[in-house]
């Protein structure tokens, strides 16, 4: 009886297997450092294209047209801020969605599940890596950026972070619900591709969502990223917003906790269906 009391999980042991698990996954994707090099490189080779076109189509360096949609006529600013809630959106996608995969393809899927801890435990030291590491490369990008195009913020840092905490929690709760849906349909590579793709272009993150045509504007009007980059940019270049903020703040803190809710359920869902079905360890 001592033995099993001894063995059973605890609050430390369930601290302990989630450190192991964002332990792992922080050396296996330093062991690789060109990784970071590319997400603080690659968002400034697509933001170039957008840099000169806006140059060529601006009035004494001011975009005047743009300012009709953004309320500002700082459309680099704009755009590299957006390249930011982008590097989080693509790590949602590819590091939550892909680590199931690369333990399916690993072939330790199953035993990994069999271990007396939580699922979720799995998906969560996943995902506190993947914020660290987005946040670390996503400083390194903006910095980069700003050196090169000019980066001009003259907000609040502080105020901004009321809108991106709680769209960021958000984003990882709904990386819940995706991974779990790689997990049942045993393909990340179009489900990420697609998905990170999509909710980027709906969410604004490289031009202002009320330039979409009017039968697309409810989609993006529909993702509450959609609200807290909109917040977020506001508090820092001065942008008009799409709603009130305080009701953009509403809409954010209330999606935070409703994807969260749907995230976790929907994941236990899949996860008891893919056991019933036994092809857990499938690929």
């Not at 957006?82 to 330790?108: E, P, R, T």
């Not at 709906?202 to 045509?213: D, E, I, K, Q, R």
């Amino acid at each position: 009886m001592q033995t099993q009391l001894l063995s059973r999980p605890t609050l430390f042991s369930h601290l302990r297997a989630l450190y192991a698990v964002g332990h792992r996954s922080w050396k296996q994707y330093w062991r690789y450092p060109l990784n970071a090099l590319s997400f603080v490189f690659e968002p400034i080779s697509w933001i170039a294209p957008i840099y000169f076109m806006g140059l060529a189509f601006s009035v004494n360096g001011k975009a005047i047209g743009f300012a009709q949609y953004s309320g500002t006529t700082d459309f680099i600013s704009f755009t590299l801020l957006g390249a930011a809630v982008a590097n989080f959106i693509s790590s949602v996608f590819w590091g939550m969605g892909y680590s199931l995969k690369n333990d399916m393809d690993a072939g330790v899927m199953e035993s990994n599940w069999l271990t007396p801890i939580p699922r979720l435990l799995f998906l969560i030291g996943t995902s506190l890596n993947g914020l660290a590491v987005t946040t670390i490369t996503t400083a390194g990008m903006l910095l980069c950026g700003g050196l090169i195009f000019g980066l001009h913020v003259s907000g609040s840092l502080w105020l901004a972070l009321r809108p991106i905490v709680p769209m960021i929690i958000g984003l990882y709760g709904f990386g819940f619900a995706f991974a779990a849906l790689v997990m049942l349909l045993r393909e990340a590579n179009t489900l990420v591709d697609v998905g990170s793709s999509l909710v980027q272009l709906f969410s604004g993150t490289s031009f202002p969502v009320n330039a979409l045509p009017k039968f697309l504007l409810p989609v993006a009007l529909a993702l509450p990223f959609t609200y807290g980059l909109d917040a977020a940019r506001s508090y820092l270049i001065g942008t008009t917003t799409i709603l009130p903020i305080r009701w953009e703040m509403f809409l954010l803190v209330i999606s935070m906790f409703a994807m969260l809710w749907i995230g976790v359920a929907s994941f236990r869902s899949l996860e008891r269906r893919v056991r019933r079905l036994g092809t857990l360890g499938q690929h």
